[in-house]
């Protein structure tokens, strides 16, 4: 079994920063690649940040320049640095970790249970 648990969201005003966390735990054999994934009300889920397998990032254009992403994987752990939020950010924020397990052959994606980021005007 494995869990991916978030946490850093909450209520802030335009122009603030928050940093979201999430941490991978249980029987993983690897991790190919962890991220950060955004779904606003009425809105399809959409990339923010990821990590590649390669090891590089993606950034959606509209958060370039204002989020970070760092993965630490000694730890099973990737942030998300989150600066100049705006209204348009608000949104369930959720991790995701494509990973293999001590008892799969594959790797799968697995996602967390989502944090709420609230950004006021």
């Known amino acids: 079994q494995v869990h991916l648990v978030e946490s850093g969201g909450g209520l802030v005003q335009a122009g603030g920063s928050l940093r979201l966390s999430c941490a991978a735990s249980?029987?993983?054999?690897?991790?190919?690649?962890m991220g950060w994934y955004r779904q606003a009300p009425g809105k399809q889920r959409e990339l923010v940040a990821s990590?590649?397998?390669?090891?590089?990032?993606n950034y959606a254009d509209s958060v370039k320049g204002r989020f970070t992403i760092s993965r630490d994987n000694a730890k099973n752990t990737v942030d998300l640095q989150m600066n100049s939020l705006k209204p348009e950010d608000t949104a369930v924020y959720y991790c995701?970790?494509?990973?293999?397990?001590?008892?799969?052959?594959?790797?799968?994606?697995?996602w967390g249970q989502g944090t709420q980021v609230t950004v006021s005007s």
């Open positions: 249980g029987s993983i054999r690897s991790i190919n690649s």
């Open positions: 995701k970790a494509v990973m293999a397990l001590t008892t799969t052959l594959y790797a799968y994606s697995y």
């Open positions: 990590f590649t397998t390669g090891g590089s990032t």
